[in-house]
Nanobody
Framework: QVQLVESGGGLVQPGGSLRLSCAASTSIFSFNPMGWYRQAPGKERELVANIIRGFTNYADSVKGRFTISRDNAKNTLYLQMISLKPEDTAVYYC?????????WGQGTQVTVSS
């Protein structure tokens, strides 16, 4: 069973930075796509960023502030977040698709507040 485990969330002030990590229990070399989603209270889960066949895609709301990357050697997906805003507050989930299916992590809370 493939497991994805997110970490790196927390409480940060507006304008601050965080780096989220998503560690996989297996090689991520064949995962395509891999991505980050988020869900704020009372809202639907939305795509934040993903990597499809090496190309990165971002939601308009995070362009220029968030950077998605992957390290296949470490079986880890990252999301570097800078210039955080209160509206970035949400539970952040990573996901990845391989031949056996689509897998999700359990989520990590990001709270942006002064």
């Amino acid at each position: 069973q493939v497991q994805l485990v997110e970490s790196g969330g927390g409480l940060v002030q507006p304008g601050g930075s965080l780096r989220l990590s998503c560690a996989a229990s297996t090689s991520i070399f064949s995962f395509n796509p891999m991505g980050w989603y988020r869900q704020a209270p009372g809202k639907e889960r939305e795509l934040v960023a993903n990597i499809i066949r090496g190309f990165t895609n971002y939601a308009d709301s995070v362009k220029g502030r968030f950077t998605i990357s992957r390290d296949n050697a470490k079986n880890t997906l990252y999301l570097q977040m800078i210039s955080l805003k209160p509206e970035d507050t949400a539970v952040y989930y990573c996901n990845g698709r391989i031949s056996s299916g689509l897998y999700w992590g359990q989520g990590t809370q990001v709270t942006v507040s002064s």
